[in-house]
């Protein structure tokens, strides 16, 4: 790193300077800058350290698959795998099954709704022409 640049890591003239103007304008700029100052030159090396242990949680999750993206590894004992497979078709089909219900009370609930709100509006009606004939 070239320490004859203006804005290094350090208490020089131009970082109090714009440590100041930050706190004015808004603080947190200026307790970035403090940041900036005071821990500038550990940047690097924590960039590093982050990097390094995103690489390794990425090299560790490669293997892994999305269930909707691509077809389940097979785990090499076919017995296993057949009893997967007929449980998540069974899954599948439950899934269904409530969904079909869950449409069907839906349904149901909209016509309860429709038939509470006619209910209303004819009594609404009702009393409407009760109090014109009077």
């Known amino acids: ?3 004859s640049a ?3 890591p350090d208490w020089t003239p131009a970082t109090v300077a714009l440590m100041v ?3 004015v304008v808004f603080w947190p700029l200026g307790l970035a800058m403090l940041a900036y100052i005071l821990f500038g030159d550990r ?4 960039k590093e350290a982050a990097n390094l242990s995103v690489d390794d949680l990425v090299s560790k999750c490669r293997g892994w698959k999305t269930p909707g993206a691509s077809p389940m ?3 090499g ?3 296993f795998d057949d009893w997967r497979k007929a ?3 069974r899954l599948q089909e439950e899934q269904r099954k409530l969904d079909e219900m869950r449409d069907e009370f ?3 609930m909209r016509e309860l709704r429709r038939a509470k709100d006619q209910e209303e509006f004819d009594r609404f009606m009702q009393d409407r022409n009760l109090n014109r004939s009077k």
């Open 43 to 46: 940047f690097n090396t924590f």
């Open 73 to 75: 590894r097979e785990s």
């Open 106 to 108: 839906s349904s149901y």
């Open 6 to 8: 203006l804005l290094r």
């Open 77 to 79: 004992n076919v017995a």
């Open 87 to 89: 449980e998540l078709a």
């Open 1 to 3: 790193m070239n320490q």
């Open 21 to 23: 103007l930050g706190f």
